[in-house]
């Protein structure tokens, strides 16, 4: 049985096409629907139908933006598009994207049957094609698969002859040329230990995996898919290599028996290290996760610090920043127990969520020292050092005593530097707001009072101390909180305008453009890319 998505502007439309087809007798289940292309964009994202009916002109995200970003982000989604008369150009710039069919308006609900049902076929064959065992294995018996299977396994494992490597790389028809790379490592795994299901998930990725732009992959072992990824720049890697961590768990969990373990490695900029990117990728995959069997994309990058001579890469905009800087010391406790709750509901995974807490802590205070004028490496280098973090995740106890430390490390610093009379107001008043920038009535009225000066004096030494307005202050803890919500949930902008302290939601559209340059609708388009 196959899902249906339908996107049309008109609900009639969508009531027309959900209510007058029999969905299980043609042999479909109705997925769910969306009235524009932008909410669908996130739909479809989470509910991964197997195909799509849009209509080609709707208001925001049209059916012609929609059918691009399907099919780029989730190729495998089959789109139907609905089309009137006087839009056949439009259709025409649909099908040079990839959709597979389109309706003329008006349409009959026959039609559109007849439509799915040829989709539908086409899905089958090429399903028999992929799931096609014995042929993956006459493939792979194959001898040029099986020398270059051996000449990139030597790669990753860093026995390569590296002297003579582009000619064998040329004599192999292998293209490994490019400015950087990653290393992926997929594990597939079944949750009942069904060897047929694994392997049939196997191959279904396997034969798939040929079609891969910008990547060689092999298996190792029986249930480990090696990927080496090229790109142009860094960023444009990550998204490549991001991708491709969905579309392998997509393919490999059809089979709902089936879950998939992805470690991405880090990013390195020549072929000699690549082994370091691969065994990056190999410690996560490696973790004991069999207690909670769930699918997983992990990067290096997240979990272990990257290193500069040495150091730790510190990364910006980290929302830990601006907690630790009005936290008190009985914050700390707070701070830790959320970290150990964190690693408790994902049992068995230990090392990987408890070096990812401790790093993400160690940036926070590096950039919460360096906003105070300080310089971390001078300051308390051994926390930059990657073995820090490895020493600190030995064992529970020795984890919280590390990051207590570092916490408290933090809140001292931040102290020693509150040097004028009104260090503890000005933490007093930021913690206020924090806790009450939700509310449409904080204003500096209220935060004076709560910090029990007149607003006159209160606003003239938030200016003095912080270096910014007040009201400047408060539209940025608005701002960076809408940011936040736009990037972890699917509310409408209104409902974030209102969420974060903005009564009228056009004033919160002007604001935020004028503060970040772009709409809330561009900003969350770009996080979603």
């Known amino acids: 049985m196959y899902s249906v998505f339908l996107v049309d502007d008109e609900p009639i439309v969508l009531e027309g096409i959900r209510s007058k087809i029999n969905w299980e007798e043609a042999g479909f289940s109705f997925a769910g629907e969306a009235t524009d292309g932008e909410i669908a964009l996130s739909m479809i994202h989470e509910l991964k139908p197997d195909i799509l009916i849009t209509d080609i002109k709707m208001p925001f995200m049209d059916g012609l933006e929609l059918s691009a970003a399907i099919k780029k982000t989730q190729p495998w989604i089959k789109i139907i598009i609905l089309s009137g008369h006087d839009e056949f150009d439009y259709a025409k710039k649909a099908i040079s994207i990839g959709v597979e069919d389109y309706l003329l308006k008006p349409f009959t609900s026959e039609e559109v049957i007849t439509s799915l049902k040829k989709i539908a076929a086409q899905i089958d064959r090429e399903r028999t094609q992929l799931s096609d065992i014995s042929r993956m294995k006459e493939e792979l018996k194959t001898h040029e698969k099986l020398v270059q299977k051996e000449f990139l396994n030597n790669l990753v494992h860093g026995s390569a002859d590296m002297t003579n490597l582009m000619s064998k790389c040329q004599e192999l028809g292998i293209d490994l040329l490019s400015r950087c790379y990653k290393l992926i490592i997929s594990r597939v795994e079944s949750r009942s230990h069904n060897m047929t299901n694994q ?242 009535n904080t204003t500096l009225t209220s935060v004076a009072e709560a910090v029990a000066m007149s607003p006159n004096h209160f606003s003239s030494i938030f200016s003095h101390e912080c270096k910014t307005t007040f009201i400047e202050y408060l539209t940025n803890v608005r701002i960076e909180n809408a940011k936040r919500l736009m990037k972890e949930t699917d509310m409408k902008g209104y409902d974030i305008a209102y969420e974060c302290g903005f009564s009228d939601p056009h004033y919160f559209s002007y604001i935020f453009k004028k503060n970040t340059g772009l709409s809330p609708r561009e900003y969350k388009l770009s996080v979603e890319k």
């Open 199 to 440: 392997q049939e998930a196997c191959s279904r990725l396997n034969s798939y995996s040929g079609t891969w732009e910008q990547t060689y992959s092999f298996f190792h072992h029986s249930n480990r898919l090696v990927c080496i990824c090229k790109g142009s720049s860094p960023d444009e890697l990550d998204e490549t290599v991001f991708r491709l961590a969905e579309t392998i768990e997509h393919i490999a969990t059809q089979n709902e028996d089936c879950y998939v373990i992805t470690g991405i490695g880090k990013t390195v900029d020549h072929l000699s290290l690549i082994p370091s990117s691969y065994e990056d990728a190999k410690k996560i995959t490696e973790a004991d996760n069999s207690k909670n069997p769930q699918n997983l994309i992990i990067s290096s990058d997240d979990i272990s610090p990257g290193t500069t001579n040495g150091y730790l890469e510190l990364k910006e905009n980290d929302p830990l920043v601006d907690r630790l800087k009005y936290a008190s010391k009985n914050d700390v406790s707070a701070i830790i127990e959320e970290s150990m709750a964190l690693i408790y509901d994902n049992p068995g995974q230990f090392n990987v969520f408890a070096s990812y807490l401790l790093v993400d802590m160690i940036f926070a205070v590096s950039k919460l020292v360096e906003s105070l004028g300080g310089d971390i490496k001078q300051l308390n280098p051994e926390i930059l050092q990657r073995q820090f973090v490895d020493n600190a995740v030995r064992d529970e106890n020795n984890f919280v005593k590390t990051l207590e430390g570092v916490l408290n490390f933090a809140l001292e610093y931040r102290d020693s530097r509150m040097t004028g009379k009104y260090g503890d107001t000005i933490l007093k008043a930021k913690k206020y707001i924090e806790e009450n920038y939700a509310d449409q």
